[in-house]
T-cell receptor
Framework: NAGVMQNPRHLVRRRGQEARLRCSPMKGHSHVYWYRQLPEEGLKFMVYLQKENIIDESGMPKERFSAEFPKEGPSILRIQQVVRGDSAAYFC??????????FGAGTRLSVL | AQSVAQPEDQVNVAEGNPLTVKCTYSVSGNPYLFWYVQYPNRGLQFLLKYITGDNLVKGSYGFEAEFNKSQTSFHLKKPSALVSDSALYFCAVRDPRGSSGAGSYQLTFGKGTKLSVIP
């Protein structure tokens, strides 16, 4: 059973471009979480999704950020018009229910 | 709102000695508590959790944690440290009812403690 897969592992964007981060949960997991980790800090919750539904997006900035988890395919975190402050590691986690969350290796976004 | 504090940014311990990484929490009701470990440029790996039951929880790689409700603490321990245990350790809490009334099961993390085991 493959773990949580995130791609790309590293993503470089110039200011104003769009970043798309992908997350494929573990097989059988229908709950997906996105977290952001800034340097020297812990992870901060962004959004929680189940298939085709956003359950809680209280941690996600109101502007430029969006997330989806379609019926088919991976979950996508999209950041439009990136700024330098968006540079961080973005982690996805999945769980079968409200249980242990298993994390992917993360996508490290660098904004030039 | 729930919160987690890890009072030590860094812990140094000699190989073979016991180690403790401290964590205190704040949450309404009975907490769900977790410890994760992060190696450089990797994701978080689950170590152990406390939901209910015995206050001493055993996890992966010989780690254990003790839940203390009166002190609102959940310290991570290991009887004999290995050099390979050197990593960043995160404590996390989850409100069992779900946060923000929406049935969300988000984790709230501490800032992490860097453990260095010296040969």
């Amino acid at each position: 059973n493959a773990g949580v897969m995130q791609n790309p592992r590293h993503l470089v964007r110039r200011r104003g471009q769009e970043a798309r981060l992908r997350c494929s949960p573990m097989k059988g997991h229908s709950h997906v979480y996105w977290y952001r980790q800034l340097p020297e800090e812990g992870l901060k919750f962004m959004v929680y999704l189940q298939k085709e539904n956003i359950i809680d997006e209280s941690g996600m900035p109101k502007e430029r950020f969006s997330a989806e988890f379609p019926k088919e395919g991976p979950s996508i975190l999209r950041i439009q018009q990136v700024v330098r402050g968006d540079s961080a590691a973005y982690f996805c986690a999945s769980s079968p229910r409200e249980d242990i969350q298993y994390f992917g290796a993360g996508t490290r976004l660098s904004v030039l | 709102a729930q919160s987690v504090a890890q009072p030590e940014d860094q812990v140094n311990v000699a190989e073979g000695n016991p180690l403790t990484v401290k964590c205190t929490y704040s949450v309404s009701g009975n907490p769900y508590l977790f410890w994760y470990v992060q190696y450089p440029n990797r994701g978080l790996q689950f170590l152990l959790k406390y939901i209910t039951g015995d206050n001493l929880v055993k996890g992966s790689y010989g780690f254990e944690a003790e839940f203390n409700k009166s002190q609102t603490s959940f310290h991570l321990k290991k009887p004999s440290a290995l050099v390979s245990d050197s990593a960043l350790y995160f404590c996390a809490v989850r409100d069992p009812r779900g946060s923000s009334g929406a049935g969300s099961y988000q984790l709230t993390f501490g800032k992490g403690t860097k453990l260095s085991v010296i040969p």
